[in-house]
Nanobody
Framework: QVQLVESGGGLVQAGGSLRLSCAAS????????MGWFRQAPGKEREFVAA????????YFSDSVKGRFTISRDNAKNTVYLQMNNLKPEDTAVYYC?????????????????WGQGTQVTVSS
């Protein structure tokens, strides 16, 4: 069982930056690949970024590629999403998720555990 708690969301102006953190419980965090998703009002939850368990592989949606980075610190049981050059269309609730599948997973159904989400609001 893995419990995930996101933090770091908030209100930021367009062009600004935020770093989201996702703290995981459990001693087997390093065995899980991790992902970030987001859900804007009235829209489906969409994939944002993912990182493999060893940090050897990362993958980003086209909408955030070049602006967001994902990293993890297995010693701290934490995964991060650094968001730069934020745009109003990045406004959403951001969720982290964990999967026991190896490698990069981009589909919601591929994840086993989810956090409660953290709100990111980007003003124009």
């Amino acid at each position: 069982q893995v419990q995930l708690v996101e933090s770091g969301g908030g209100l930021v102006q367009a062009g600004g930056s935020l770093r989201l953190s996702c703290a995981a419980s459990g001693r087997t965090f390093s065995r899980y690949s991790m992902g970030w998703f987001r859900q804007a009002p009235g829209k489906e939850r969409e994939f944002v970024a993912a990182i493999s368990w060893s940090s050897g592989y990362t993958y980003f949606s086209d909408s955030v590629k070049g602006r967001f980075t994902i990293s993890r610190d297995n010693a701290k049981n934490t995964v991060y999403l650094q968001m730069n050059n934020l745009k109003p269309e990045d406004t959403a609730v951001y969720y982290c998720a964990a999967t026991s599948k190896m490698g990069i997973v981009t589909q919601r159904s591929g994840y086993d555990y989810w956090g409660q989400g953290t709100q990111v609001t980007v003003s124009s």
